[in-house]
């Protein structure tokens, strides 16, 4: 069983030929909805690719938050530890133009997760065979869910996302430490790559189109990218996780189960939606049989 601890947003996205520039209006091309959160995101890359996953999180008493636990029911993820609180869900303003996009998150029900209520769904963690973490629940609640972890030897990957959150407290009790490029130079300077050497197989830093890296002990490895032709770039990071995730469930060797979270990602970005794109196994599969090193 996968766990992953993190926050389930409603996405309300607009596509746009061109960011607008300060000041400047511009016509829009799109308006949708569409579930996402990174730990919504994660939850459903992982059970997509076959995975028995369950979320802890929250929220809100409104119709999005019906929305989004109907699609997590869905997407075959367990909901028994998500709980409903007053007021708003979650939700990420997203601006999508030249393959790109700009987010802003709106915590809403995620802030209410509670410390206390990682303590009453304790037994979830300790009985899990990896748990995912993000950083856009409360900070004492990610440390409290690492600290639970660490202490009964679950692995976990902590997706240290936003950055601004991270404290260096986090990283002694994570397994696997997964920023992207532009946040692992957030959390350790211009020069992550000597950070890489002081964590070997536990810091993977992903490059976007680029692959991974990480070091393995003895030298760097950079698992390379897979050719694609990006629609949608939300959620690929996500996806990465989740895929990741699920291939250290399956006791996958590391460089491998980074090239299958790889082959996830490449494939998550052809399709419009966070987790509308997410494959299933036998598309990453294929993928990673065609190509890539």
Partial sequence: MITVVGS???DLVV??????KQGETVL???????????????????????????MLGAVGNDAFGDELLAGLEAGNVQLQAVERKDGASGIANILLSEGDNRIIVV???????TVEEIEVHKHLLANSSVVIMQLELPIPVVQKALEICYEHEVPTILNPAPAS???????????????????AEEIFGGNWQQALEQYPNRLVVTLGE???????????????????KAVDTTGAGDTFNGALGAAIAENMPFAEAVRFANAAASL??????????????????????????
Avoid: W
């Fill in 8 to 10: 389930i947003n409603m």
């Fill in 15 to 20: 596509s746009t030929r061109v960011f607008p």
């Fill in 28 to 54: 829009g091309d799109l308006y949708t909805t569409v579930p996402g959160g990174k730990g919504a995101n994660q939850a459903v890359a992982a059970a997509r690719l076959g995975s028995e996953v369950q």
């Fill in 107 to 113: 915590p809403g029900a995620n802030h209410k997760v």
């Fill in 165 to 183: 959150g991270f404290n260096s407290e986090l990283l002694k009790y994570c397994t696997y430490l997964t920023p992207n490029e532009t946040e």
């Fill in 210 to 228: 680029k692959g991974a890296q990480f070091y393995d002990g003895e030298k760097h490895v950079v698992i390379t990218g897979f050719p694609t």
């Fill in 268 to 293: 998550s970005v052809e399709k419009f939606g966070a987790q509308g794109g997410m494959p299933v196994r036998d598309a990453v599969m294929e993928r990673m049989a065609g190509g890539s090193r």
